[in-house]
């Protein structure tokens, strides 16, 4: 993987593909084998990223103990229609303007806005609950304890995920992993937010049962009924024990 400080703006368009990243994530992984003298290593994939972590599991297997997501994304558009249509139920003059985004990443981060507001990313803070920015707040300073990153990372990070956003929307929408993956061979955790309207929460189900598994795999389950599509934040404490618990038993 490369980061947005040290790559991303100076990566053309084709460089910033779904099957790149897949790439980058692969070398990554070797390079982690290598550094700590393990032939596997343990692999959690977070909303669109869920989707690398499924492609990953899928066409490297042998690579990892167990693979985990959080806020599976099962099918983009799909999920986009049905999270406009949860914001209208709450705010009846949101007006949407996709899908499909395309490369318009302002009309996209509006959408998420009016999300936020409804509950649909965020369980806790629909109707005011809590505000957007004490949020934003929250993840920056749990960003500055990392030692990998620092106030510079922040401050690039914004048009890094914008430029991103913009050149590689238009093939993340057309993602649908239900329709693409239906057999892994390795232990698969799925970490679901049960009000989760981001990558929404009704489409899991159908993936998780059509999943079959090769020798290796096995499959698992888990919601989180006080959460969207945050349980790492929302349900911190369960979030942390289930993966533990879930990848240390993954070695018996």
Same mark, same amino acid.
């Given at each position: ?6 790559? =991303? ?14 790439? !980058? ?5 070797? =390079? ?26 899928? !066409? ?22 049905? #999270?406009?249509?949860?914001? +209208?139920?709450?705010? *009846?003059?949101?007006?949407? +303007?996709?899908? *499909? ?19 649909? @990313? ?8 809590? #505000? ?14 990392? *030692? ?25 929408? @057309? ?9 892994? !061979? ?25 999943? @079959?598994?090769? *020798?290796?795999?096995? +499959? ?6 006080? #959460? ?22 993954? +070695?018996?």
């Amino acid at each position: 993987g490369k980061s947005c400080r040290y790559h =991303y703006f100076n990566s053309s368009d084709s460089d910033l593909s779904i099957r790149r990243h897949v790439e !980058d994530a692969r070398h990554m992984t070797e =390079y982690l084998r290598g550094r700590f003298r393990k032939n596997k290593i343990y692999l959690l994939g977070e909303s669109w990223g869920s989707y690398l972590a499924v492609l990953l599991a899928r !066409d490297y297997p042998n690579l990892y103990h167990h693979v985990a997501v959080r806020g599976l994304a099962a099918d983009t558009m799909t999920s986009e229609i049905l #999270s406009n249509d949860f914001i +209208k139920q709450k705010f *009846p003059e949101f007006i949407p +303007k996709g899908p *499909p985004y395309g490369n318009r990443a302002e009309d996209m981060r509006e959408q998420r806005s009016w999300l936020f507001r409804a509950g649909g @990313s965020v369980h806790k803070c629909a109707n005011g609950g809590c #505000s957007r920015m004490g949020m934003t707040l929250r993840v920056a300073r749990m960003i500055l304890t990392s *030692p990998e990153m620092s106030w510079y990372d922040i401050w690039r990070y914004e048009g890094c995920y914008m430029k991103t956003l913009e050149r590689m929307w238009p093939e993340v929408e @057309s993602l649908n992993i239900t329709a693409e993956v239906s057999f892994l !061979d390795v232990p698969f955790l799925i970490l679901h937010g049960r009000h989760d309207h981001n990558t929404a929460a009704v489409l899991v189900k159908p993936f998780f049962e059509n999943l @079959s598994l090769g *020798p290796n795999g096995r +499959k698992r389950l888990l919601w989180f009924q006080e #959460s969207a599509h945050s349980p790492q934040i929302e349900e911190p404490e369960r979030f942390q024990e289930a993966l533990i618990q879930v990848f240390l038993g993954s +070695k018996k």
